[in-house]
């Protein structure tokens, strides 16, 4: 059984930075892609960040150039290091196994507590 549990989230001013971590167990990390999606207020659950089995990330359009989506795979952890940020980027981010493709719609299934991210301007 999956489980997920993320953490790093927090309130930031415009052009500040957190990082996002996700403790993963529960399945075979090798045989699946990681991904970080969001969820901001009124809104559904958009992916934003996906890495592959070969190590390969792939990032929606709006966060390119400022997320870098990485993992441990000794430590089954996911990271989401977010620099740059902007109110938009305001929202709870999740993490998800074989799940959170970049700019896909989710919903349903297990998703983690998530961690709430707060940018203000």
């Known amino acids: 059984q999956v489980q997920l549990v993320e953490s790093g989230g927090g309130s930031v001013q415009a052009g500040g930075s957190l990082r996002l971590s996700c403790v993963a167990s529960?399945?075979?990390?090798?045989?699946?892609?990681m991904g970080w999606c969001r969820q901001a207020p009124g809104k559904g659950r958009e992916g934003v960040a996906t890495?592959?089995?070969?190590?390969?990330?792939y990032y929606e359009d709006s966060v390119k150039g400022r997320f870098t989506v990485s993992q441990d795979n000794a430590n089954h952890t996911l990271y989401l290091q977010m620099n740059s940020l902007k109110p938009e980027d305001t929202a709870m981010y999740y993490c998800?196994?074989?799940?959170?493709?970049?700019?896909?719609?989710?919903?349903?299934?297990?998703w983690g507590q998530g961690t709430q991210v707060a940018v203000s301007s």
């Open positions: 998800a196994v074989d799940r959170c493709w970049p700019g896909s719609w989710y919903s349903g299934g297990y």
């Open positions: 529960g399945y075979t990390h090798s045989r699946y892609y």
């Open positions: 890495i592959d089995t070969d190590g390969r990330t």
